[in-house]
């Protein structure tokens, strides 16, 4: 009996032993598979998950290839970003709504106004009931509109007239940018003795209410209102920032990237280029030395050849890159690092690195004043984007949010939606070279015919209506079918716009040194993204007028 017990006794202790080291190891085992996901799980980029789009358009191919769509060109004011940085305070400014226009008619109330309906017959434009009623009017007629901020109004040609001005924001803009109007009213006595609107006139023919300058007559020989001849915007300061001091350039930090492969290849590949270099800086901690100088691809110019020696600043908005940024222009950069080093014992610190190979993470606690980037190898290692490619994408986030429109070429676009009084329909219409090749496109030829289109719309968009087709067919008659149901608008009817009389020709001439600017393909479809954006009802051609796909047959 003893000898049973004594010998059945290990053969538990083993069991048990057995179970646990079992147990254990699948312990461990779980905690090395937890281990490998945390370390190769590539989160998304907030910037992109929240701009669909932009991501479909630059990741779905992250090797030396890029197809172009130059049909439509996004940027930061377009999608909603999840992490987009708040308003500036100094920007920040409370929009008019109801409940701000009822409290002004509360301080009215205070101010024991006269309201004998004889004191009203002849309008005082500085009554502040005007504003407030202007406000109001304005709030009912115009849905798509954040009001800002107005300026008091001013007599118009007439007795019975006020110009008023006032900044507005579209609210299908997702930038802080304010834009101007003016506008003149005509003014009757509703009841208990109170104006109300019965006139408003069009865009920008409130001329006595806009900027302060030396007016001409505001009046033609004929008594008819002339529209205000172009003024500058202000607001526009896309000075580019200096260096400061020798001490303030030593005590800085700053990534260079040398020019590389990237050079006159298209601007959605300019674009994912220059954006990687801005997050790497940004994840860096340090001052991005940009190169202002842009050439812009044979796809976007009449003349099918690469222009080199574009600004940035033609095509956005630099100001905004430099509030949200640390950036310094490359010419400013490099003439005060050779001027500093000149000569100098203590040289600038700087650390090369010839290879997109090395890593942001290896470069993180690298101590040199600057960091060089060099992409001297040959095609596609050469291209700076892949720099946050692989593990680089899990710490490099593109910054969209800093990346908008030039503010000049939104302008244009707030004139081409105020002429038509924010109250219109658009259709994407996109022929060209997709429409000629039927391998890829087979129907798609077809499917924007004068006839197809008009068919099609006439189910989508009500007849009359102002009807903006942003396209790249370049013959400005082939829509002529169109206008017997709509009226029709397309960019080049607006050509007065970006002519040399324009307040666009004026300061872009004035950014180049005195020389014209051309007005060129990248700008026109920069443009016409915008105004179809702004459009009530929009109708796209891959959506709405073709099965085929956008990206050729079989990539649906």
């Known amino acids: 009996m003893k000898e049973s017990e004594l010998s059945t006794e290990p053969i538990g ?4 032993k057995l179970i646990s080291n079992l147990c254990f190891s699948v312990f461990v085992f779980s905690v090395l598979i937890f281990t490998v996901i945390a370390i190769t799980y590539q989160p998304p980029d907030p910037w992109l998950e929240s701009a669909p789009a932009l991501t479909k358009l630059f990741t779905q191919t992250e090797n030396a290839t890029f197809k172009n769509d130059d049909s439509i060109l996004k940027t930061g004011e377009d999608v909603v970003l999840v992490a987009a940085p708040e308003v500036p305070p100094a920007l920040a400014i409370n929009p008019i709504t109801e409940t701000v226009i009822e409290k002004s008619e509360e301080k009215i109330l205070n101010l024991n106004l006269k309201s004998d309906c004889e004191d009203l017959k002849f309008v005082n434009c500085s009554d502040p009931r005007v504003l407030v009623t ?7 007629t115009f849905k798509f509109i954040v009001f800002l901020e107005y300026q008091t109004p001013v007599s118009g040609s007439k007795l019975d007239e006020c110009d008023v001005a006032w ?3 579209n609210k299908k803009e997702k930038s802080w940018r304010k834009y101007r109007d003016f506008r003149r009213f005509k003014f009757g ?3 208990n003795c109170t104006y109300n609107v019965v006139h408003a006139g069009g865009w920008h023919s409130g001329i006595n209410a806009r900027r302060p300058r030396n007016r001409p007559n505001t009046t033609s020989s004929s008594g008819n209102l002339r529209l ?12 580019i920032p200096t260096l400061g001091s020798e001490m303030n350039f030593r005590k800085g930090k700053y990534l260079y990237y040398a020019r590389g492969g990237d050079y006159c290849k298209g601007m959605n590949h300019y674009l994912w280029s220059f954006l990687c270099g801005l997050g790497e800086a940004m994840y860096l901690n340090r001052t991005f030395v940009m190169d202002l100088s842009v050439c812009l691809s044979a796809t976007y110019n009449p003349s099918n050849r690469d222009e080199e020696g574009k600004d940035f600043r033609f095509y956005f908005d630099f100001e905004h890159l430099k509030e949200v940024a640390s950036v310094v222009e490359e010419s400013e950069f490099l003439g005060g690092w050779k001027k500093w080093n000149r000569g100098r014992k203590r ?11 090395v890593t942001p993470m290896q470069l993180k606690k690298d101590k040199s004043t600057i960091i060089w980037r060099q992409f ?18 899990k710490y490099i986030q593109r910054p969209w949010h800093a990346l908008w429109k030039s503010k000049r070429l939104m302008n244009i676009v707030t004139e081409i939606s105020g002429q038509m009084d924010w109250d219109f329909d658009a259709v994407h219409v996109v022929r060209g070279e997709k429409a000629q090749n039927i391998e890829l496109w087979p129907h798609l030829d077809a499917d924007t015919s004068p006839d197809a289109l008009l068919t099609k719309l006439k189910v989508l968009i009500q007849p009359w209506r102002n009807l903006y087709i942003a396209t790249n067919e370049p013959f400005y008659n082939y829509f002529d079918k169109l206008r017997s149901q709509y009226k029709v608008r397309l960019l080049d009817d607006y050509k007065e716009l970006w002519s040399n009389k324009s307040e666009w020709y004026n300061e872009t001439t004035l950014l180049n040194d005195g020389k014209p600017v051309e007005f060129d393909g990248y700008m026109r479809v920069a443009v016409d993204t915008e105004v179809l954006y702004r459009a009530k009802t929009r ?10 796909c956008k990206d050729g047959i079989n990539t649906c």
């Not at 202790?13 to 048990?16: H, K, P, T």
């Not at 202007?134 to 009912?140: I, S």
């Not at 040289?347 to 997109?356: E, Q, S």
């Open 228 to 239: 205000a001849p172009p003024v500058g915007d202000e607001e526009i300061n896309d000075t």
């Open 347 to 357: 040289k600038v610190p700087v650390k090369k690195v010839t290879t997109y190979k």
């Open 167 to 169: 900044r507005f924001r």
């Open 376 to 393: 001297d190898a040959p095609e596609p290692e050469n291209y700076s984007y892949r720099v946050c490619e692989g593990q680089a994408a």
């Open 13 to 16: 202790q083993n069991l048990i």
């Open 539 to 548: 109708v796209e051609t891959f959506y709405n007028l073709t099965n085929d």
């Open 189 to 191: 006595i509703g009841e």
């Open 134 to 140: 202007v406000e109001r009017f304005n709030l009912k």
